[in-house]
């Protein structure tokens, strides 16, 4: 998740860089002895290129976590993870789908009916035609590009956080600013990443359980994962749905494994829409669904994402307010690991870097914990 004032085109440019490498990275030392520890020396060696003061990552291994390291910060630290929390919203919203509470193809003039009548009509008659898949697919019509801030976390954000805090979700006050604006794109027309879709989720979520947000995803996706204990960050709850959520490197490594095929959460009917590409293709080869990037490699999938949350603004509600950090997450199927980082701060357009770094050393790794 970037902020209004970065370009959406950068933060695409890094996300879409997963597993493109076309060429080999030098090994390290550490790299020459074929184990785990050989992603300390990656880790660190991009830390130091790119100027990030503090971070960590972990690496799972069927289903279990075999490797973690810090550097700056507690290796165990609860971390906002940024745009990786749209993965929680999507599998939410996949429970639902799989309750019968929901459809795919659901328009949100059915999904949103009671928020509609609470919040007032979306101003573009478009919207209420808008349908699930498309909202999960970041094809419902809006999108943020060149000096187009995103719909959300732009100048809504900044005047919302003048007068309230940024410790309490604000899914109706997002929701009510969001349906005063225009549709730029045609509902459907194309792909373009924005946060409004899955806070437009986070309100199908409430509407559709009766209960808040977050305390429903934790009882229905969290908790069955072991990992009840995750919550929406303490300093950023505002972000919620789209941005909000807080979990150590382990455990998000957890909840990650319901992209992997022994993954409980998913139904077959829901994976399989999950991994087609169709109606979700973006540039490179891959598909957006369910709040993850896909890519099918060698009779397998990659599944990735990255966020990141740069953010100051002064006299707001909660006084000063300063944030910037990145997070990546990846599952390499074919490979059979997985991999969570958390960095801060996070520099621009270095996610891919980081990517193809960690990607070649876990080819080098021979013996495996």
Known sequence: MTPSRLRAASWLAAALAFCVATTALPASPRAQDGT????DQTF?????????????????????????????????????VASLSKAVTAACIATLIQQGKLRFDMPLSQALARTFQR????????LPEVTIAQLLTHRAGYQRSGEQPDPVTGAPLARQLRTRSATQPAIDEQTRALLRLKLPLAPGERYAYTNATYLLLGAVVEEATGAA??????????????????????????????????????????FHEIFSPRGAVLSGATRQWLLSPEGKAVDGGAHYGLGTYVRHVAGSQNFWHSGRWRYQLTGGADGALSSHYGTFVARLGAAGYSWF????????????????????????VKRWP
């Open 36 to 39: 785990v520890a050989a992603f």
């Open 44 to 80: 660190q060696d991009w830390m130091r290129r790119q100027s990030v003061s503090r971070g960590l990552f972990a690496i799972a291994r069927n289903g279990r976590v075999v490797h973690a390291r810090s550097f700056g910060m507690p290796a165990d630290a609860p971390v906002p």
């Open 119 to 126: 919040l007032g009509a979306p101003d573009d008659p478009r």
């Open 213 to 254: 947000y977050e305390s429903h995803c934790r009882s229905a996706v969290l908790a069955p994962a072991g990992i009840a204990e995750a919550s929406l960050s303490r300093g950023w709850r505002v972000l919620s749905s789209y941005g909000g959520w807080e979990f150590t490197a382990q455990q998000y490594l957890r």
């Open 341 to 364: 980082a958390y960095f801060e701060p996070a520099p621009d357009g270095a996610t891919g870097d980081l990517d193809r770094r960690m990607t070649e050393t876990g080819r080098a």
